[in-house]
């Protein structure tokens, strides 16, 4: 059986020489309150349950972690399993070991071990996020490995749901967090339960040859160490056997017993810089013969972990593989350590390219020159801010985006459920169903068969496009009536502003044409699409304006026919067009000079907004132009009038397009030889190289109106090396 002293006096000797500035007094402290609330309580084995949390502590240090997630260590289980209290333990510890030790429970309280294999991903992601402060899940990691050394005294139902859950939570966080020895541990130990037969044959395996493997490591050793030193660069040589689960999983994946296995030897040489290990690699492959595909440069490209080292295979003179991998002293104790290694080694170590890696990235980046417990203090993060995680009342995780409420759960679960929603539960209480979401929240949807369905309100309520989605889609369904009462009035309305006449959409021989121009099927359905938002009045308006315009122009020339078609000019539809100028109609001044805004060069077809200037009649813009952006501010909305576009004659205006290229040759022979195969007179042309590797160009050129715009856009966008093309501003 354990003891109590055995366990002390290691752990103190441990932080005496890994935390010199260690308030021992105050450890000692936190060692005498977690053995007093422990004191009734026993480990399986039946020695003391203090030892356990001594052990975590040990731990703890181990991995480099500062003061006060050792002493959050010693009292990890005091409110999970005593009367211990949050208050209390922040009266003497403080608030930061409060926390951690809540940030603990609050783990061990969810239940990780009984949610189906597709959710891992979610559920290492949850346990992440439940932790504000990454210290909670290394103190959690470092207990679950403490439980795996003494597995042996759980029931064997124990061992298999515990070693499952560290295989498939613990490990892979370990690895995430670049823990590269404490993964192996938990994987090994996790082997030794789960597959015992497999575990048995392979350890009994390694010990049976160990003799001859370790000569043969010597050997190899030998040789590496007499090149090494006769080039004159210092290093620390050693082999290894690789552990026992990767050479499992070889053997699966290979499907190979353990005697055909030869890539079991791994050697690794720490030298002091980077440019060595590149001279180490050349003489490992001078040396050895190389193994063709099997080098990976991770120093240049550094694992998502922050791990850093080159690696390579080579064949040795008896024809048997292996693995070197060679780095720095640096590295290596990101290697070993992972992120813990940066509560003491604390120089950056590259880009870590994955995003789940980013935060550490930065904050090691910014935090060079800051003290260590400013460091530590920094580290508590929100690690998945854009996502949040709640439970079915089944135990289901779904991942919603951040500030996501019961409605966008409902429609997470399925359509159904949100559409027949009446309110919601979040922790069995009655909830609003705009309340944001916590992860860990347990949400229950609340529906009726009578539910009149979503409220227009909830598509601003809701966070996810998901949600968004549905509530359209129902509204495009369920109210077709209100959608096509709607639809139909802004587009009656679109076409009073567009100066054209509605009677024509109901003429028998018209209203197929503009119907066949619109892609639809009778005007109801049209109406219904604007209603529901899937078309919007001014581009259905927009499509048919040229055919009307033209229908109209011959109408007027069949003079004095008496037609139900014919336009009568006093129609109010048409009257401003009297008063166009320049192809433009200013609604409610009569005549008034009309001028182009240089700035955004509109053509027909565009929306147009007019400014009276002070002494130059009325200047158009688009309305999307930025400086019409102010038009409803209350300063300037009294200049701001609205236009149109007149019926217009074939007049050209000019406009200008901005094209974004990769940089290369022949781009302006391209560019030009578009403009000139479509007929368009291009009235100035230039580019010019900018930085990241681009060239823009700028063309000003003359459209006649939206619909000849679109089609040169279009053919400009299959130039090859086009990143993009803008209305240009002048
Ligand atoms: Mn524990």
Wanted: proline letters at 4%; aromatic letters at 8%; a neutral charge.
């Amino acid at each position: 059986m354990e003891t109590f002293a055995d366990h002390y006096s290691s752990m103190m000797a441990t932080i005496r020489e890994q935390m010199p500035g260690a308030d021992m007094a105050l450890i000692q402290k936190a060692v005498e309150y977690a053995d007093a609330k422990h004191q009734h309580q026993k480990r399986k084995d039946g020695s003391p349950y203090i030892i356990h949390p001594l052990a975590v502590a040990e731990i703890v240090t181990e991995m480099g972690l500062d003061q006060d997630s050792v002493l959050g260590a010693l009292l990890h289980d005091c409110i999970e399993d005593t009367d211990a209290s949050h208050d209390d333990i922040e009266k003497i510890f403080g608030q930061t070991v409060a926390e951690l030790v809540e940030g603990v429970t609050k783990l061990t309280k969810a239940n990780f071990s009984t949610t189906e294999q597709a959710q891992m991903e979610n559920l290492r992601k949850m346990f992440m996020a439940m932790s504000k402060d990454i210290r909670v899940v290394l103190i959690k990691i470092a207990d679950r490995l403490h439980n795996m050394r003494t597995m042996q005294y759980q029931s064997p139902a124990k061992q298999v749901i515990k070693c499952r859950e560290t295989m498939d939570i613990y490990a892979p966080l370990a690895h995430r967090l670049g823990m590269q020895r404490i993964k192996w541990e938990l994987e090994d130990t996790s082997l030794r339960y789960l597959y015992p037969t497999e575990y048995q044959q392979i350890t009994e395996h390694l010990r049976s040859h160990r003799a001859e493997d370790e000569a043969f490591m010597l050997a190899i050793q030998d040789k590496i160490d007499q090149r090494l030193s006769a080039v004159g660069i210092e290093n620390k040589t050693y082999g290894r056997i690789k552990h026992v689960y990767s050479i499992y999983r070889k053997m699966q994946a290979q499907s190979k017993s353990i005697d055909e296995l030869y890539d079991i030897y791994a050697f690794r040489v720490v030298v002091d810089t980077i440019p060595d290990c590149y001279n180490v690699l050349g003489h490992m492959h001078d040396l050895f013969n190389l193994v063709p595909g099997r080098f990976k440069d991770y120093i240049s490209t550094p694992k998502p972990n922050m791990y850093q080292s080159l690696h390579t295979t080579v064949i040795g003179s008896q024809g048997i593989p292996f693995e070197v991998q060679i780095r720095t002293w640096d590295m290596h104790e990101t290697a070993e350590y992972g992120i813990a290694a940066h509560w003491k080694y604390k120089q950056g170590t590259g880009d870590g390219q994955e995003k789940d890696f980013e935060w550490v990235r930065r904050l090691l980046e910014s935090q060079q020159d800051t003290d260590a417990e400013d460091y530590v203090r920094s580290l508590k993060i929100d690690m998945f801010d854009d996502e949040v995680f709640v439970f079915t009342p089944k135990g289901r995780i779904v991942s919603l985006p951040a500030g996501s409420t019961p409605i966008d759960f409902a429609y997470a679960i399925h359509s159904g459920v949100g559409n027949a929603m009446v309110g919601a539960k979040v922790n069995n209480r009655i909830a609003n169903i705009d309340m944001t979401l916590k992860n860990g929240d347990i949400v229950e949807v609340l529906t009726s068969k009578s539910a009149k369905g979503p409220s227009r309100d909830w598509l601003n309520i809701c966070k996810s496009n998901q949600a968004r989605t549905k509530i359209k889609q129902w509204f495009k369904k369920e109210r077709r009536e209100e959608n096509v009462t709607h639809g139909r009035a802004s587009f009656e309305a679109e076409m009073r502003r567009a100066g054209l006449p509605l009677a024509l959409t109901i003429d028998p021989e018209v209203s197929p044409i503009l119907l066949r121009k619109l892609s639809f099927g009778d005007w109801e359905d049209m109406y219904a699409a604007i209603g529901y938002g899937g078309l919007t009045a001014v581009k259905a308006v927009g499509r048919i304006r040229d055919d009307l315009n033209k229908i109209m122009k011959g109408q007027s020339l069949e003079q004095g026919q008496q037609s139900p078609l014919r336009i009568s000019p006093d129609n109010p539809n048409l009257k401003n067009n009297r008063h166009a100028v320049n192809g433009i109609v200013v609604e409610d001044i009569d005549s008034c000079m009309v001028k182009f805004a240089k700035c955004c060069t509109p053509v027909p077809g565009d929306s147009v907004v007019g400014f009276i200037t002070k002494g130059f009649g009325v200047s158009v813009h688009r309305c999307d132009c930025p400086n019409a952006a102010n038009r409803d501010h209350p300063v300037h909305a009294a200049r701001w009038v609205r236009c149109h576009w007149a019926q217009q004659e074939d007049q050209p205006f000019d406009t200008i397009l901005e094209l974004e290229f990769t940089t290369r040759d022949c781009l302006y022979m391209d560019v030009g030889t578009v403009f000139a195969s479509s007929r368009i007179r291009v009235k100035e042309l230039s580019g010019k190289d900018i930085p990241g590797g681009r060239s823009l160009f700028t063309a000003r050129f003359e459209v006649r109106n939206v619909a000849e715009l679109e089609a040169i856009r279009n053919k400009l966008m299959s130039i090859p090396d086009i990143v993009s093309i803008r209305r240009g501003q002048n």
